[in-house]
Structure formats: structure tokens, C-alpha cells
């Protein structure tokens, strides 16, 4: 039990190592005394999941462990995006949602996302909450008798989330264009949903990997640029305009242009910044994470607008979003929610907007990009992901935080942030977040510079500080 653990986005495991029905009837039993506690549950607990090997039955588990606590529960009919399942607990009135997704983990992996009221991610004093009562909750799915069958609602919320994206999506614009797109769901939940909605406006649509695979075809259902090769391949050979993809549960996306580019999670968010500040007259922040690239900064301080950093993961974006009027929320991982929309990452709803974006530009996006850097300047982004143990990290992040160096790569260190991890803003527009892996031996490192050169010195003087940081602790072991 002490290896369940909430982290940025859920509980996450290998399935029938600590992923096991016991497991999970202990995590909802977790939830559903959380949900008491708070006077909660009558309104009844969204239930969903995706396509990954034995969803279906983690979710059948999960709906008779909350009618036998009581708690009234609404069953998605098939496989459902995570942003669904989110938009479906704000439209019935719920309580909150258990959805059983891994998101783009590898397949055999499962887990449980417990999402709110609200309609977005857990904040972490809600999951320190549920895991508060997992020892009791341990003890009590042992001995809870369970239903054979559960009592529960049949929901399907898809025509009511495509009624929804009526008021966010310019639907004449894209229907005007009538152009053609490749979509690849990845064998995920969101199979054929993109594909329906740019098809009812004219949109020529082919679809990949439509079907559900629990292997995932053998690839990560993550939708970046080395998982995305069939997909430019496929768009190229097409002559298509456009390429979109989504994760295993669609609440991330991807993009590729007509020429097989592949339009990276930042230039989509600053295209889509740009797009809804200058085109549609939209008021609000913009939220990104530390992470994120700062052309959104300048955007936002083109058009007057606040922009607003939080920590790394899209429950403190969402946060904000609940906060006040935010145009855009996002992050470099390919997660965004817009202003109107629940605050949880959407990938059908990124995919859409993105679709409206070239439609309205009337051209490649590489052809919109390409103006807005001249108006916003230009930056490259790159993570590493460096393997070190755990003293390293510990003698890094320290070291960044009680000495941070006064120059890096040749240039000014000009300020120091500690929002998440040590982030160091240097002279120009340069900057480097370093944060350690709370799961794993790694330290995640984010770079952004004005061009390729400035990001390989940068990259080098990283490098070499973690190399010696790896030096000094183990110099502290012997």
C-alpha cells in the first residue's frame, strides 16, 4: 500500500504488479470515504476509462465498490477520452469522476485519475486527502461486500461535448476552408471523434490506428515527433494540410503540417494565443507552466493581458483557469484548456482549434510561424532528461538553489526562481529550468534560447554542472 502514491496526474503502476483489482477497490474505497467526509457522493461518481487492457473491468470494479458505499454512479458506455469524462461530471452535476487511464504511459501500465466537482485534475490537497485514508481504506476493501452487478446510469456525454465546442470552436471558418486533415487517435480512446468532427464540416478526414489495441501498436500513445512518424508519413503521401494526433486517453495532442513538419506543443500554443488575442477578441491571461516556452510572455504583453507561471502539471493551470478568465492555459507537454472550457487539458478540443487556426490562416502553419517570429522573436526548446541518482539529484538542485552560478554558457545570470525546481533566467531570453523526477533517478532539464547555437552552449554548461554535482556525491559516499 505504501507504494500507491498520487503524483502529478493520478496513481500510475504496472498492471498485476501493484495495478490489481485489490489495489483498486482499496483506491476507491479511498475515494468514496474522502467524498463522505467532505459531505459529498450524492450526487453520484462519474465512472469512464480508456482502451488499455482491462479498463473496462478496473472500471466495472470500481462502480460496484462505490454503490456498495452508497454512492449513486454513471457508467460511460465504451472507451472515453479523459476530457469527456472531466467536461461530464461538470454536465450531470456530479461529484466527481474516477477515470481509469495510464495516458501515454507504456501499455502495461494502468491507473486512476480522480477528478473533482470541478471538472479538472485533483489539486494536491484533495490527493493528499484520498491517500490520508488509504491505510483505512486497505482494511475496509477486504471485508466490503460488493454487488455482483453494479446499479448504475448508462451516460454517453459526446453529444453534449460537441454541443459545447459549438460556443469555443469557429465552426464556419473551418467549414469554409474545406480542407483535408490525417488524424491519428493512436488506438486510444479518442478513435474517430476528430474524424467526425471536421467531417461534418467538409474536412476530407483519413484516420490511423482506429481501432482498439491495449499494445498500442507497440509504441508509446504519446503524440510526440519520434511517435508520430506514420502520421507525417502518412500525411505527406495524403498531400493532406494537416496532421493531429492524441494520446491514449486525449487529453494531449499533436501536430504535424502539410509538409510533415511536426509543430511542437509550444508553437501550438503561441499560434492559438495569437489566433484567439488577435482574430477572435478574446479577453483573458494567459497560464503557462515553468516549463512553457516565454514567447507566450511576449504575447501577452503585445496585447496587454496577464500572464500568469505555475508548477509543472496541468492541475495548477487548471487552478488558475478557475481563478479568473484565462484565454489559453497550457503546457510544453501538449496540454491546453481555453476560456469557457472545463480547466482540464483537452486534445479533441486542441485538435479542433488547431484546425480552425489553419483554416483562418488560409496557409501552412510553418508560413503563420514564420510571421509570428518575426513580430515575436524567435525560441528554441529542448529537455533532457539526465540519469542520476538520487544523492546527485539532491547535490544539484541544492546547489542551484543555496550558490546558484552568476553566468551559465558565457551569459548573465539575471534571475533565479524557485517556483518548481530551480528555473535560471539569463541576459537575452535565455533561460533553464532544472527539477528533479519525484518518481525516478532523473533530472529533467528544460533549455530555451533565441536560436540552435545558443541552445547547444547552453545544453554543454548543464552538462558539465550535473557531471561535477555527480562527482561531488560520490566523492560523499566514499
Given at each position: 500500500?505504501?507504494?500507491?502514491?498520487?503524483?502529478?496526474?493520478?496513481?500510475?503502476?504496472?498492471?498485476?504488479?501493484?495495478?490489481?483489482?485489490?489495489?483498486?477497490?482499496?483506491?476507491?474505497?479511498?475515494?468514496?470515504?474522502?467524498?463522505?467526509?467532505?459531505?459529498?457522493?450524492?450526487?453520484?461518481?462519474?465512472?469512464?476509462?480508456?482502451?488499455?487492457?482491462?479498463?473496462?473491468?478496473?472500471?466495472?470494479?470500481?462502480?460496484?465498490?462505490?454503490?456498495?458505499?452508497?454512492?449513486?454512479?454513471?457508467?460511460?458506455?465504451?472507451?472515453?477520452?479523459?476530457?469527456?469524462?472531466?467536461?461530464?461530471?461538470?454536465?450531470?452535476?456530479?461529484?466527481?469522476?474516477?477515470?481509469?487511464?495510464?495516458?501515454?504511459?507504456?501499455?502495461?501500465?494502468?491507473?486512476?485519475?480522480?477528478?473533482?466537482?470541478?471538472?479538472?485534475?485533483?489539486?494536491?490537497?484533495?490527493?493528499?486527502?484520498?491517500?490520508?485514508?488509504?491505510?483505512?481504506?486497505?482494511?475496509?476493501?477486504?471485508?466490503?461486500?460488493?454487488?455482483?452487478?453494479?446499479?448504475?446510469?448508462?451516460?454517453?456525454?459526446?453529444?453534449?461535448?460537441?454541443?459545447?465546442?459549438?460556443?469555443?470552436?469557429d465552426w464556419e471558418t473551418v467549414e469554409r476552408a474545406a480542407l483535408s486533415a490525417v488524424v491519428d487517435p493512436m488506438y486510444g480512446a479518442g478513435q474517430g471523434l476528430v474524424r467526425e468532427l471536421l467531417a461534418a464540416r467538409g474536412w476530407t478526414v483519413n484516420e490511423l490506428h482506429g481501432k482498439c489495441d491495449p499494445l498500442f501498436g507497440g509504441h508509446l500513445p504519446e503524440p510526440t515527433e519520434a511517435h508520430l512518424t506514420a502520421l507525417r508519413d502518412a500525411v505527406v503521401a495524403g498531400g493532406a494540410h494537416l496532421g493531429l494526433a492524441n494520446d491514449g486517453d486525449a487529453d494531449r495532442f499533436g501536430v504535424v503540417d502539410g509538409d510533415g513538419t511536426y509543430v511542437t506543443p509550444n508553437q501550438v500554443l503561441v499560434l492559438l494565443a495569437?489566433?484567439?488575442?488577435?482574430?477572435?477578441?478574446?479577453?483573458?491571461?494567459?497560464?503557462?507552466?515553468?516549463?512553457?516556452?516565454?514567447?507566450?510572455?511576449?504575447?501577452?504583453?503585445?496585447?496587454?493581458?496577464?500572464?500568469?507561471?505555475?508548477?509543472?502539471?496541468?492541475?495548477?493551470?487548471?487552478?488558475?483557469?478557475?481563478?479568473?478568465?484565462?484565454?489559453?492555459?497550457?503546457?510544453?507537454?501538449?496540454?491546453?484548456?481555453?476560456?469557457?472550457?472545463?480547466?482540464?487539458?483537452?486534445?479533441?478540443?486542441?485538435?479542433?482549434?488547431?484546425?480552425?487556426?489553419?483554416?483562418?490562416?488560409?496557409?501552412?502553419?510553418?508560413?503563420?510561424?514564420?510571421?509570428?517570429?518575426?513580430?515575436?522573436?524567435?525560441?528554441?526548446?529542448?529537455?533532457?532528461?539526465?540519469?542520476?541518482?538520487?544523492?546527485?539529484?539532491?547535490?544539484?538542485?541544492?546547489?542551484?538553489?543555496?550558490?546558484?552560478?552568476?553566468?551559465?554558457?558565457?551569459?548573465?545570470?539575471?534571475?533565479?526562481?524557485?517556483?518548481?525546481?530551480?528555473?535560471?533566467?539569463?541576459?537575452?531570453?535565455?533561460?533553464?529550468?532544472?527539477?528533479?523526477?519525484?518518481?525516478?533517478?532523473?533530472?529533467?532539464?528544460?533549455?530555451?534560447?533565441?536560436?540552435?547555437?545558443?541552445?547547444?552552449?547552453?545544453?554543454?554548461?548543464?552538462?558539465?554542472?550535473?557531471?561535477?554535482?555527480?562527482?561531488?556525491?560520490?566523492?560523499?559516499?566514499?
Amino acid at each position: 500500500m505504501t507504494s500507491i502514491r498520487f503524483g502529478t496526474d493520478g496513481w500510475r503502476a504496472i498492471i498485476a504488479e501493484d495495478f490489481t483489482f485489490a489495489n483498486v477497490r482499496a483506491v476507491v474505497c479511498a475515494i468514496a470515504r474522502y467524498l463522505k467526509k467532505q459531505g459529498k457522493g450524492q450526487h453520484g461518481v462519474v465512472v469512464g476509462y480508456d482502451t488499455r487492457f482491462l479498463s473496462d473491468a478496473f472500471a466495472r470494479e470500481a462502480a460496484c465498490v462505490l454503490d456498495a458505499h452508497g454512492i449513486p454512479v454513471l457508467m460511460v458506455k465504451r472507451p472515453t477520452p479523459t476530457p469527456l469524462v472531466a467536461f461530464a461530471v461538470v454536465y450531470y452535476g456530479a461529484d466527481g469522476a474516477i477515470m481509469f487511464t495510464a495516458s501515454h504511459n507504456p501499455p502495461q501500465y494502468n491507473g486512476i485519475k480522480f477528478i473533482p466537482d470541478y471538472g479538472g485534475p485533483a489539486t494536491p490537497d484533495i490527493t493528499r486527502g484520498i491517500e490520508a485514508e488509504l491505510p483505512d481504506a486497505l482494511r475496509e476493501a477486504k471485508t466490503l461486500r460488493l454487488p455482483e452487478a453494479p446499479r448504475a446510469e448508462a451516460i454517453d456525454v459526446w453529444p453534449a461535448y460537441v454541443r459545447h465546442l459549438d460556443g469555443l470552436v469557429d465552426w464556419e471558418t473551418v467549414e469554409r476552408a474545406a480542407l483535408s486533415a490525417v488524424v491519428d487517435p493512436m488506438y486510444g480512446a479518442g478513435q474517430g471523434l476528430v474524424r467526425e468532427l471536421l467531417a461534418a464540416r467538409g474536412w476530407t478526414v483519413n484516420e490511423l490506428h482506429g481501432k482498439c489495441d491495449p499494445l498500442f501498436g507497440g509504441h508509446l500513445p504519446e503524440p510526440t515527433e519520434a511517435h508520430l512518424t506514420a502520421l507525417r508519413d502518412a500525411v505527406v503521401a495524403g498531400g493532406a494540410h494537416l496532421g493531429l494526433a492524441n494520446d491514449g486517453d486525449a487529453d494531449r495532442f499533436g501536430v504535424v503540417d502539410g509538409d510533415g513538419t511536426y509543430v511542437t506543443p509550444n508553437q501550438v500554443l503561441v499560434l492559438l494565443a495569437h489566433h484567439l488575442l488577435a482574430r477572435r477578441g478574446w479577453k483573458g491571461a494567459l497560464v503557462r507552466t515553468v516549463a512553457t516556452t516565454h514567447l507566450l510572455d511576449r504575447v501577452a504583453e503585445r496585447f496587454g493581458v496577464p500572464l500568469v507561471e505555475t508548477p509543472v502539471g496541468f492541475k495548477y493551470v487548471g487552478d488558475a483557469m478557475r481563478r479568473g478568465p484565462v484565454v489559453v492555459g497550457g503546457e510544453e507537454s501538449g496540454g491546453l484548456s481555453v476560456l469557457g472550457h472545463i480547466p482540464e487539458k483537452d486534445g479533441i478540443l486542441a485538435n479542433c482549434l488547431i484546425a480552425e487556426v489553419r483554416a483562418a490562416e488560409g496557409r501552412p502553419l510553418r508560413a503563420a510561424l514564420a510571421d509570428l517570429e518575426r513580430e515575436y522573436g524567435r525560441a528554441v526548446h529542448k529537455r533532457l532528461d539526465l540519469h542520476l541518482p538520487d544523492d546527485a539529484k539532491r547535490t544539484v538542485v541544492e546547489g542551484l538553489c543555496q550558490a546558484p552560478p552568476s553566468a551559465l554558457a558565457g551569459r548573465r545570470v539575471r534571475e533565479v526562481r524557485t517556483v518548481d525546481g530551480v528555473k535560471l533566467l539569463l541576459e537575452g531570453d535565455a533561460w533553464v529550468l532544472v527539477r528533479p523526477s519525484g518518481t525516478e533517478p532523473l533530472l529533467r532539464v528544460y533549455l530555451e534560447a533565441e536560436a540552435e547555437a545558443q541552445l547547444v552552449a547552453l545544453e554543454e554548461a548543464v552538462r558539465a554542472l550535473t557531471a561535477r554535482a555527480e562527482t561531488v556525491a560520490q566523492g560523499r559516499k566514499g
